[in-house]
C-alpha cells in the first residue's frame, strides 16, 4: 500500500482547462514536494512545501500544503499540452527518506 | 553544472544474473539515494547512503545492496535477479544540510529489463 494517495490516477482535458490533483496521507511529513516525470526520464522537482497552510504559486501552478501536513494539492490553470507527464507527490520522513504517490497521468489536449 | 548522472541508460539481463547500476551525484552533494520505479506506480525507496555510510532502507530483500564511494559516488548492486526486478532505477543526490528540508535532484534513470 501507498503511503501517500494521489488522485485523480489519471485525467485528460482539453488545453485552457483548469485542473487540481490531490496526494493525502494519514501520516505528517516534514515537507511534501511536487515532481513532474516524462516517460524514461527522472522526475524533475517542481516544488517544495514544509509550513502547513503553506501556498507556493509557480506560473500556472499553485500548490497548497495541508495544515495538518498530511495532504497537498496542486492546481493548474489554462492547461497547455506542455504540462502533459506524470505529477508525483513525496512526502519526507525520516532520515530523508522519501515516500512517493502513485502518480496522477495528466494529458493535456490541443 | 553537470546534473545526477547515472550508467548505463539501458541494460537487458537473464533472471539468475546480477547488476551494478552506478551514480555519480552533483557536485557538492554529499546524500545519494536509490528508487524504483516499476511501470505505471511511483519510485520506491530502497537505500539512501550519507558520507559513504547507509543511512536508511526500504523494504527491499537482501538481494539489494549499495555502496558509496569516497568521491560521493554510488553502486547499486542487485543479485540473483528476478523477473520482477525489471524497472526504472533512478539515483538522487541533495547537499544534506542538516539545518533546511533537504532537496532531491534525481537522475534519468537505468532502465533495467530482466528476461
Known amino acids: 500500500t501507498q503511503l501517500l494517495e494521489q488522485s485523480p490516477q489519471f485525467l485528460s482535458i482539453q488545453e485552457g482547462e483548469n485542473l487540481t490533483v490531490y496526494c493525502n496521507s494519514s501520516s505528517v511529513f516534514s515537507s511534501l514536494q511536487w515532481y513532474r516525470q516524462e516517460p524514461g526520464e527522472g522526475p524533475v522537482l517542481l516544488v517544495t512545501?514544509?509550513?502547513?497552510?503553506e501556498v507556493k504559486k509557480l506560473k500556472r501552478l499553485t500548490f497548497q500544503f495541508g495544515d495538518a501536513r498530511k495532504d497537498s494539492s496542486l492546481h493548474i490553470t489554462a492547461a497547455q499540452p506542455g504540462d502533459t507527464g506524470l505529477y508525483l507527490c513525496?512526502?519526507?520522513?525520516?532520515?530523508?527518506?522519501?515516500?512517493f504517490g502513485s502518480g496522477t497521468k495528466l494529458n493535456v489536449k490541443p | 553544472d553537470a546534473g545526477v548522472t547515472q550508467s548505463p541508460t539501458h541494460l537487458i539481463k537473464t533472471r539468475g544474473q546480477h547488476v551494478t547500476l552506478r551514480c555519480s551525484p552533483i557536485s557538492g552533494h554529499k546524500s545519494v539515494s536509490w528508487y524504483q520505479q516499476v511501470l505505471g506506480q511511483g519510485p520506491q525507496f530502497i537505500f539512501q547512503y550519507y558520507e559513504k555510510e547507509e543511512r536508511g532502507r526500504g523494504n527491499f530483500p537482501d538481494r539489494f545492496s549499495a555502496r558509496q564511494f569516497p568521491n560521493y559516488s554510488s553502486e547499486l548492486n542487485v543479485n540473483a535477479l528476478l523477473l520482477g526486478d525489471s524497472a526504472l532505477y533512478l539515483c538522487?543526490?541533495?547537499?544534506?544540510?542538516?539545518?533546511?528540508?533537504?532537496?532531491?535532484?534525481f537522475g534519468p534513470g537505468t532502465r533495467l529489463t530482466v528476461l
Open positions: 512545501v514544509v509550513t502547513g497552510g
Open positions: 513525496a512526502g519526507e520522513g525520516n532520515f530523508n527518506k522519501f515516500y
Open positions: 538522487a543526490s541533495s547537499p544534506r544540510r542538516r539545518e533546511v528540508t533537504d532537496t532531491q535532484y
